[in-house]
């Protein structure tokens, strides 16, 4: 028998955790059994015709080879144009460098700017790779939280600053919040940006959601005075454009971190694939209608699923303006039915009702002294009517 001897550090390496609920899902699924699935982040809506139409295009023109590894310059110069206008910053193509997907710039956000030892601050609940990543390359993570309120989550900023410590070295912010779909005020990110000012902290932004948003605007952390030159904007396709499988993303960055991140493309996927980068020039350059009809789609499955939630007396959350996640506050339902453990209370809801959804084990180490317990509720891959009929089955489930 082969003994296995990995590398420490694999034992460091976290994961996402909702892809358990999935196959619990599959299996409860495979015995027969109707699933709705509000666990996943995953989207059931096509790409738009004229995205994949370019991409089939760029194959039958041949564009299947390697391109340069920070990206074509089509693509980066869209990038520029589009992210720096939306966020009333100025961009170039040398300040974007394209990856697979939106993920990769959180290990490469890490793996250039951040030395072991080095404290990172992350937001927890949040999207779990932060954590993973930090772990993985051996700095210290410093979890900051978020104190429930009755328009949603804010973050806890005394209790943030009280964290920071000399060693701290970057600070990675998600609006438009998975799983939370918490936002910013205006005053929020401006003692953000104070403290990455005061502490001489990198950012890494983490925008996915920034356009996958039902009223108002979405605001960018970079876009306040002295951030841009201490920022990384993570930037994707996935969510805007119903691109999850595709992997197309990019790094928006300081010309010399773009560089970098350039460099780290080289050492380990080469490039992003040379046709889907012409896709994604299509999603920025050309007919712009087939993002709003999936935001429309989103918007009347957020209203089915808040209106299910809230009047549900033993749920609370508050009306989401943006991504596609609604966090509920789960205590009393898990009261009313005898749990003191929310990930047995999403087990047995899934053998009972057939709903299945994570919780907040799923999104960061449980921090001492947190008071309640939370459940995420995605609804970009389920429609309005099972969304209506998952959630009347959850209901009658709880108060049975
Ligand atoms: N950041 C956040 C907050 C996310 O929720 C996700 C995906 O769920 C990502 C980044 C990565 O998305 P992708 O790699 O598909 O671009």
Request: proline share 6%; glycine share 8%; hydrophobic share 45%.
């Amino acid at each position: 028998m082969i003994i296995m001897r990995l590398a420490h550090r694999i034992g460091s390496l976290g994961t996402e955790s909702a892809f358990l609920v999935s196959q619990a899902a599959r299996d409860w699924a495979a015995r027969g059994n109707r699933v709705f699935p509000f666990h996943l982040g995953d989207i059931n809506l096509p790409t738009p015709a004229n995205i994949v139409a370019a991409q089939q295009q760029a194959i039958a023109q041949g564009r299947t080879g390697y391109t340069a590894p920070a990206g074509i310059p089509e693509l980066r110069a869209a990038l520029a144009d589009d992210v720096g206008s939306r966020r009333g910053l100025r961009y170039g193509p040398e300040n974007v460098a394209v990856q697979p997907g939106g993920k990769p710039v959180i290990t490469k956000f890490i793996q250039a700017l951040i030395n072991p030892g080095d404290e990172v601050l992350y937001p927890v609940p949040g999207f779990p790779i932060y954590e993973s990543q930090i772990d993985y390359f051996g700095a210290v993570g410093v979890p900051y939280r978020f104190v429930e309120s009755a328009s949603g989550f804010v973050i806890d900023l005394d209790d943030l600053t009280a964290r920071i410590t000399p060693r701290t070295r970057a600070l990675i912010f998600n609006n438009q919040q998975n799983p939370l779909a918490a936002e910013s005020s205006p005053s929020e990110l401006a003692r953000l940006a104070e403290l990455a000012l005061r502490h001489d902290l990198w950012v890494l932004s983490d925008e996915a959601y920034f356009e996958t948003r039902y009223s108002g605007d979405s605001h960018s952390l970079v876009s306040l005075p002295g951030m841009q030159e201490r920022s990384i904007i993570l930037y994707t396709f996935s969510k805007k454009y119903a691109m999850t499988g595709w992997r197309l993303g990019a790094a928006i960055a300081p010309v010399k971190i773009a560089e970098i991140v350039a460099q780290l493309n080289v050492n380990d996927e080469s490039c992003t694939s040379q046709f889907t980068q012409w896709a994604g020039v299509e999603a920025l350059r050309g007919d712009p209608s087939g993002a709003l009809v999936i935001r429309q789609e989103l918007r009347r499955r957020r209203d089915a699923l808040y209106d299910a939630v809230v009047a549900m007396p033993t749920f609370r959350a508050a009306r989401p303006e943006a991504a596609f996640y609604l966090y509920v506050n789960v205590s009393d339902a898990m009261r009313n039915r005898g749990f003191s453990d929310v990930d047995a209370f999403a087990s047995a809801a899934l053998k009972a009702t057939g709903v299945a959804f994570c919780t907040r084990k799923h999104f960061g180490r449980v921090l001492p002294g947190e008071p309640d317990h939370y459940a995420r509720f995605a609804y970009s891959g389920i429609g309005v009517d099972d969304i209506r009929e998952g959630m009347s089955r959850l209901a009658a489930w709880i108060s049975d």
